[in-house]
């Protein structure tokens, strides 16, 4: 059975950071591509952050510079470093993974059609 469990959320101030985290279990990890999303109050869901099985990066422009996606393979875990928080980054983040067949991660990385989810942490940056 797939697990997607995610931690590290919490309350923090504008220009903070916080380290997220997504323990993952149940299928290959280190042959999926995996993300980051997240969604604010009375929005839709967004990626932010992808990482394809080779280590490739991708991320949305407004955390560009801010964010850095990683995975420990040994340790079946995903991790979302975000520094310099908004608090347009408040919401609750989810991680998600793919087997991310052919071109999977380079036209499709940001839609909401990841194999499996977590249940998301929270994240709160207050100004």
């Known amino acids: 059975q797939v697990h997607l469990v995610e931690s590290g959320g919490g309350s923090v101030q504008a220009g903070g950071s916080l380290r997220l985290s997504c323990a993952a279990s149940?299928?290959?990890?280190?042959?999926?591509?995996m993300a980051w999303f997240r969604q604010a109050p009375g929005k839709e869901r967004e990626g932010v952050a992808a990482?394809?099985?080779?280590?490739?990066?991708r991320y949305k422009d407004a955390v560009k510079g801010r964010f850095t996606i990683s995975k420990d393979k040994a340790r079946n875990t995903l991790f979302l470093q975000m520094n310099s928080l908004k608090s347009d980054d408040t919401g609750m983040y989810y991680c998600?993974?793919?087997?991310?067949?052919?071109?999977?991660?380079?036209?499709?990385?940001?839609?909401?059609?990841?194999?499996?989810w977590g249940q998301g942490t929270q994240v709160n940056v207050s100004s």
């Open positions: 998600a993974a793919d087997s991310c067949p052919g071109t999977w991660f380079e036209h499709r990385r940001w839609r909401n059609e990841y194999e499996y």
């Open positions: 149940g299928f290959a990890f280190e042959w999926h591509c």
């Open positions: 990482i394809d099985s080779d280590g490739l990066t």
